[in-house]
T-cell receptor
C-alpha cells in the first residue's frame, strides 16, 4: 500500500509549457512535504519543500500548492525547459524523528 | 571530495559472491541511510543510522548487512544475493535522522546480480 501516491507516471511537455505533478497522502500526521529531482546517473536532490501551514510556496519557476483538507499537493513547473527533464519524487514525513516516505516518481520530458 | 560519495558506481556479482558497497559523506552530518531504487517503484528505505547507531531496519533480508563505523562512513555488505536484488542502491545523509531534515543523496551504486 502506497502511503504517498503520485501521478502521472510520465509526462511530456513542450518547452515553455507548464508541467504539473500531483500527489496525495493518507496519513494526517505527515507535516513535511519535500519534492526531490533526480537526473540520470545522479541521486535525488531536494528541490523544494512545504509544511501544511501554508497553501503555496514558490521558488523561481517551481511552485508547490498544498490542499490540507483534500490531503493533496502538487508541483507546478512554469516555463518548462529541456534542462528540467528529470524524474520528480514527492514525499512526506512527520517532522519529528521519522523517515521520509517517497512517491513512485514522475518522469518528465520537456521537448523543444 | 564534497557531498556524498559512493563506490563502486557499478557492480556485477554472482549469487554466491560477497561484496561491499561504500558510502562516505563530507557534510558533517550525523545520520546516514541506505535506500533501494527499483524502476517505477518508490525509493525503499532499508536502514537508518543516527550517531552511528542503527535506528531503523525496514525488514531487510539478512543477506544485506549494514555497517556504520563512524558518522562519515556507511557500508552495505552483500552476500548470496538474488537476481531481484538488482537495483540502484542509494546512500544519503542528513544533519540528524528525521523527516524535517534535508537528505543529501550520493549518485548510487548500480548493482546487477547474475
Amino acid at each position: 500500500q502506497q502511503q504517498v501516491k503520485q501521478s502521472p507516471q510520465s509526462l511530456i511537455v513542450q518547452k515553455g509549457g507548464i508541467s504539473i505533478i500531483n500527489c496525495a497522502y493518507e496519513n494526517t500526521a505527515f507535516d513535511y512535504f519535500p519534492w526531490y529531482q533526480q537526473f540520470p546517473g545522479k541521486g535525488p536532490a531536494l528541490l523544494i519543500a512545504i509544511r501544511p501551514d501554508v497553501s503555496e510556496k514558490k521558488e523561481g519557476r517551481f511552485t508547490i500548492s498544498f490542499n490540507k483538507s483534500a490531503k493533496q499537493f502538487s508541483l507546478h513547473i512554469m516555463d518548462s525547459q529541456p534542462g528540467d527533464s528529470a524524474t520528480y519524487f514527492c514525499a512526506a514525513a512527520k517532522t519529528s524523528y521519522d523517515k521520509v516516505i517517497f512517491g513512485p516518481g514522475t518522469s518528465l520530458s520537456v521537448i523543444p | 571530495e564534497t557531498g556524498v560519495t559512493q563506490t563502486p558506481r557499478h557492480l556485477v556479482m554472482g549469487m554466491t559472491n560477497k561484496k561491499s558497497l561504500k558510502c562516505e559523506q563530507h557534510l558533517g552530518h550525523n545520520a546516514m541511510y541506505w535506500y533501494k531504487q527499483s524502476a517505477k517503484k518508490p525509493l525503499e528505505l532499508m536502514f537508518v543510522y543516527n550517531f552511528k547507531e542503527q535506528t531503523e531496519n525496514n525488514s531487510v533480508p539478512s543477506r544485506f548487512s549494514p555497517e556504520c563505523p563512524n558518522s562519515s562512513h556507511l557500508f552495505l555488505h552483500l552476500h548470496t544475493l538474488q537476481p531481484e536484488d538488482s537495483a540502484l542502491y542509494l546512500c544519503a545523509s542528513s544533519q540528524v535522522a528525521g523527516g524535517g531534515y534535508e537528505q543529501y543523496f550520493g549518485p548510487g551504486t548500480r548493482l546487477t546480480v547474475t
